[in-house]
C-alpha cells in the first residue's frame, strides 16, 4: 500500500460526458502528479501540483482540468469526454522538496471506460 | 529536450533464463529510478542509482547506472513468473526535482 488513494477505481460514461477523478496524496507529501496509460502504453504525464499550485504542465487536453485543495487532495476533471479518453488514470506524490531525489509514490489508479 | 529510451520495448522468456533491459539517453541525468508496474496497478519503485558506476542489487535484480551517468540496465538473474511486468525507468527533469521523465517501459512476461 503506497498511502496514495484514488476514487473511484472504476468509472464507465458516455461520450461527451463529464467525470472527475480524486486523489488523495500520501500523508505529508505536497505534490501531486496526474498520468494517463493507454492500453499497453507508458505513462503520459498530464499535470502537477505542489501545494495548491500548479507546478508543471505535461500533454494535458484543454477538456482537462485540475486542482489541489487545501488539504492537499486533487482532482482531475475530464469533460467532453471522447473514446479515446479511455484509459488508466494515476495520481502520485512525492514530498516535493528542492534537493535529493524525488521518489513518486502511485495509487491504485482509476480505470475509465467511455463508451 | 530530455528522453529516455526503454528496449526492448517487448520480452517473453521462459523461467529461469537470465535477462537484461536498458534505459539510454543523450542527456545526463542527476540519477535514474526503475518502477514496476503489475497490470491493473500502479507503478512501484524498484530502486534509485545516483552514482555513476553504481550497481545495486535487489534479490534477483541487479541495477546499474552508467559511468557517465546516461544510461541504465537491469539484469534479472532466473527470471520468475512473479518478475512478469512493465519495468520503467525514470529520471528527474534538468533544473527540477519535483518532475520526472519516464521511459515508455520494458514489457516483461516470464512463461513458467
Known amino acids: 500500500d503506497s498511502g496514495v488513494t484514488q476514487t473511484p477505481k472504476h468509472l464507465i460514461t458516455a461520450t461527451g460526458q463529464r467525470v472527475t477523478l480524486r486523489c488523495s496524496p500520501r500523508s505529508g507529501d505536497l505534490s501531486v502528479y496526474w498520468y494517463q496509460q493507454s492500453l499497453d502504453q507508458g505513462l503520459q504525464f498530464l499535470i502537477q501540483?505542489?501545494?495548491?499550485?500548479?507546478?508543471a504542465k505535461g500533454n494535458i487536453l484543454e477538456r482537462f482540468s485540475a486542482q489541489q485543495f487545501p488539504d492537499l487532495h486533487s482532482e482531475l476533471n475530464l469533460s467532453s469526454l471522447e473514446l479515446g479518453d479511455s484509459a488508466l488514470y494515476f495520481c502520485a506524490s512525492s514530498v516535493g522538496s528542492s534537493g535529493g531525489v524525488n521518489t513518486q509514490y502511485f495509487g491504485p489508479g482509476t480505470r475509465l471506460t467511455v463508451l | 529536450t530530455q528522453l529516455l529510451e526503454q528496449s526492448p520495448q517487448f520480452l517473453s522468456i521462459q523461467e529461469g533464463e537470465n535477462l537484461t533491459v536498458y534505459c539510454n539517453s543523450s542527456s545526463v541525468f542527476s540519477s535514474l529510478q526503475w518502477y514496476r508496474q503489475e497490470p491493473g496497478e500502479g507503478p512501484v519503485l524498484l530502486v534509485t542509482?545516483?552514482?555513476g558506476g553504481e550497481v545495486k542489487k535487489l534479490k534477483r535484480l541487479t541495477f546499474q547506472f552508467g559511468d557517465a551517468r546516461k544510461d541504465s540496465s537491469l539484469h534479472i538473474t532466473a527470471a520468475q513468473p512473479g518478475d512478469t511486468g512493465l519495468y520503467l525507468c525514470a529520471g528527474p527533469i534538468m533544473d527540477s526535482n519535483y518532475q520526472l521523465i519516464w521511459g515508455a517501459g520494458t514489457k516483461l512476461i516470464i512463461k513458467p
Open positions: 501540483y505542489y501545494n495548491g499550485e500548479e507546478r
Open positions: 542509482v545516483v552514482t
